[in-house]
């Protein structure tokens, strides 16, 4: 593979109090959220918060900007669109606090009506999401997120050992917390596909982990003269290129998803950045160092040193 930074040397585990700091900073920050958005009070989006779904069947396709547009120029600015490739159809998905004790169905209606009267359309189905649908998102997501942690347990643990497991968890729930936290300080929605780019991050998150447990877990074996800082240190030097080569590959891609995706995708691809970002850093700065703090017993690897 390309070797973009060459044989270094750098002591990441002499630095981990400092990234200790700042990612309890990220943990806290992400934690507040995770309590706010409990509490109703993040900015949720239709899934959680509840609202209207109004899909409109129109006699001529409409762009799906110049309908945003529309929107927007009637004080619906945070409505979120979907167009379908085949019937013309448009659906408008509004958030309950927008709505202020308003029709909001027929408010919509009234806006294509007067904005596209050459353009005659039908409702082709309206939908009120209460807010008990919404609190049942909001448990499928927990529990979706729970499973996943402890999923990544019990798979890092048969393959390395229980140690290299916690902290490939302590490390993916890390990494969501922290883009959670950054898209709750940025105000952003937070919407079910918002909570699929988490999952998806934490799968990225937990590869980049492995491949560097994986080089990590060759040299305990190889090099049981060595102190474990040594050999994490050496280990993650060794595979750093690699790391930062995948993971500038990765963030270019979505990189260009960002700016070129269109607006229904451009929360989702930039809690994506956001996870390849932290994930890399995480693999480095958190799951390694956990290794060396650990205060559990020794697994077989460990025992093996010096």
């Keep these: 593979m390309f070797e973009l930074l060459g044989k270094t040397r750098i002591d990441f585990i002499g630095k981990r109090y400092y990234a200790f700091l700042f990612s309890g900073l990220m943990i806290v920050l992400g934690l507040i959220s995770l ?44 409505a979120e669109l979907q167009e379908f ?15 202020i004790q308003e029709k909001i169905a027929e408010k919509v209606v009234s806006i294509f009506t007067k904005e596209l009267p050459d353009n005659h359309f039908v409702i082709d189905s309206s939908e009120e999401i209460g807010p008990t649908i ?32 916690v902290a490939a968890a302590i490390a993916t729930f890390h990494d969501v917390l922290a883009v959670l936290g950054i898209f709750y300080l940025l105000h952003r929605e937070i919407n079910l596909l918002i909570v699929t780019a988490l999952l998806t991050l934490a799968g990225y998150s937990l590869t980049d982990t492995v491949v560097v447990f994986d080089r990590i877990r060759e040299n305990l074996r190889l090099r049981s003269r060595e102190t474990l800082e040594q050999v994490i240190n050496n280990g993650i030097n060794q595979v750093l290129s690699r790391t930062i080569v995948v993971s500038l590959t990765v963030f270019l891609v979505l990189l260009a998803l960002f700016f070129f995706g269109g607006e229904v995708i451009h929360d989702f691809s930039f809690a994506l950045l956001m996870g390849v970002v932290i994930g890399t850093y995480s693999s480095i700065f958190v799951a390694s160092p956990i290794l060396v703090v650990w205060k559990g017993s020794k697994g077989k690897l460990l025992r093996r040193m010096a």
Aim: proline share 1%.
């Design 85 to 99: 490739s085949e019937g013309n159809k448009l659906l408008i998905r509004i958030k309950k606090q927008t709505t």
């Design 35 to 78: 309590f706010s958005i409990s509490m109703g009070k993040a900015n949720l989006g239709i899934d959680f918060a509840g609202g209207t779904a109004v899909q409109l069947k129109f006699e001529h396709p409409v762009k799906i900007e110049d309908a945003r547009v529309i929107l927007e120029k009637n004080d619906l600015k945070e």
């Design 134 to 165: 919404g609190q049942k998102l909001q448990k499928d997501a927990t529990l979706a997120v729970g499973i996943a942690m402890l999923g990544i347990i019990i798979y890092i643990a048969f393959r390395f050992e229980f140690r290299f497991g």
